[in-house]
């Protein structure tokens, strides 16, 4: 099942335990706007190249609609539209004052020069800077885009609209960027994690964990947990995945991956087989790595206690059932990773104030939002005999009800 009918599975189910009106749920999956752009730009050998953009606009009920770009060769409006009501739910349950969305341009990032990304990411934001804005839209990096490429959004914007920093997020610090934004998704996987196990009477000190996916959300997840007396066990990423009994010395992983040296290339550990990552004995797994990673095939054989979701959409709903049925406590991802999202708000929120927060006002206000959420999460558990992605689900699903119900939809 893929991301858009996962994602619809989810919300039908969350419409049904909170009883909305059929017109009401009916409505809230309709997006407020979808854009597709032709945009044309002169390669650096002189020839014309033209891509297709897309930006698809879900809702703003309860705020500007706050969604990444991605610049992929199979950029597919329909998933687009899945991520764009994926971010309306994230955002609502992180009771953050935005609604959803998602864009991006279909190509190949590595096939185009600097300078060629540079003017395709200008022709786009010309064709849709009257349609994003501060208190609009606020687009923000995804796959294939970076600091650098929210930086020339924010850049020709404001050609048009005057100096707008508060238009992108996830924008390098000299730009008006948040300090711990680079952590915040691993950080924010963290809290999660510390809350879940707090619930179960445990803590990351002295747990057993294993981590797939070793880039920004994995390896800010893994030092996080190690410095709190995790022991991650186990970690794999695309070239290869490796284990130590006793505890990887992340630290060391860390100066030996930034050395440039592969996981198996590692002194502190031992290569293991990457399709046992998923199914190795430990309290929690975190994937951070890809999505429908826990399948109808790995999961019965899954031993963790625990599933943190940092990755999108890493457990296919027939892997969910399963899971459920062992016992598996799984954290899902529309809360779990919503860390990067929470501190691209405090980003806006910076911008706008034009004051610069210290990076432990950050962690300390992130924390706050991860534990409140949490606990939202668990309430709607227990009013509507739940688990927990369908407690984060029904907590999102009904704020967003609320808003549009409070704002008056039918008129
Ligand atoms: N970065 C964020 O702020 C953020 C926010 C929310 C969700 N996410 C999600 O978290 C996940 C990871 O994002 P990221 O920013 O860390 O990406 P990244 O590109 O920095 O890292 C991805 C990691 O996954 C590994 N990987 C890729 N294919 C693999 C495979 N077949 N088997 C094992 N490992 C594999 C890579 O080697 C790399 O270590 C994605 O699902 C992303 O959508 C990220």
Redesign the pocket.
């Known amino acids: 099942m893929n991301a858009l009918a996962a994602t619809s599975r989810n919300f039908r189910q969350a419409a049904r335990l909170l009883g909305l009106d059929s017109k009401l749920e009916k409505s809230l999956l309709i997006p407020f706007r979808e854009i597709k752009v032709e945009c044309t730009i002169p390669k650096d050998d002189g020839t014309l190249a033209s891509f297709v953009g897309f930006r698809v606009q879900h809702d703003n009920a309860r705020g500007p609609m706050k969604g990444g770009i991605r610049y992929h060769p199979e950029v597919d409006p329909d998933e687009v539209n899945a991520l764009a009501q994926l971010m309306t739910w994230k955002t609502a349950v992180a009771d953050l004052p935005y609604g959803g969305a998602k864009g991006g341009i279909g190509c190949s990032p590595s096939e185009l020069s600097m300078s060629e990304l540079e003017r395709l990411t200008r022709v786009f934001t010309q064709k849709i800077h009257d349609l994003i804005g501060t208190h609009t839209d606020i687009p923000a990096p995804d796959?294939g885009t970076n600091a650098q490429t929210m930086a020339w959004i924010f850049d020709e914007y404001s050609k048009f609209h005057g100096h707008s920093p508060a238009v992108v997020t996830g924008k390098p610090i000299d730009l008006g960027g948040s300090l711990g934004r680079d952590a915040?998704?691993g950080r924010g996987v963290t809290y999660a994690t510390e809350a879940l196990l707090a619930e179960y009477g445990k803590s990351i000190s002295g747990s057993t964990v294993v981590i797939?996916?070793?880039?920004?959300?994995?390896s800010w997840a893994a030092q996080l947990i190690h410095a709190r007396g995790g022991k991650v066990i186990a970690i794999?990423?695309?070239?290869g995945s490796i284990r130590n009994k006793a505890g990887i010395d992340i630290p060391a992983l860390m100066k030996h991956r930034n050395e440039g040296g592969h996981l198996k290339d590692f002194h502190g550990a031992e290569v293991m087989d990457?399709s046992e990552l998923l199914v190795h004995e430990c309290d929690v797994l975190i994937p951070?790595?890809?999505?429908g990673v826990l399948n109808r095939e790995n999961a019965p054989d899954v031993k963790a206690k625990f599933i943190i979701e940092?990755?999108?959409h890493?457990t296919d709903p027939e892997a969910d059932e399963i899971l459920t049925k062992k016992g598996v406590i799984v954290l899902p991802?529309i809360y779990a990773?919503a860390g990067?999202?929470i501190v691209s708000y405090f980003e806006w929120v910076q911008n706008i104030q034009g004051f610069m927060w210290d990076e432990q006002k950050v962690n300390m206000e992130l924390h706050k939002y991860m534990n409140s959420a949490f606990q939202h999460i668990k309430a709607m558990c227990r009013s509507h005999d739940c688990n927990l992605r369908m407690g984060a689900f029904t907590l999102g699903v009904n704020r967003v009800a609320r808003a549009t119900l409070l704002r008056g939809w039918e008129a």
């Open positions: 796959m915040a998704t797939q996916g070793f880039g920004n959300v994995g794999g990423d695309v070239t990457s951070c790595a890809l999505g940092a990755a999108n890493p991802d990773n990067g999202v």
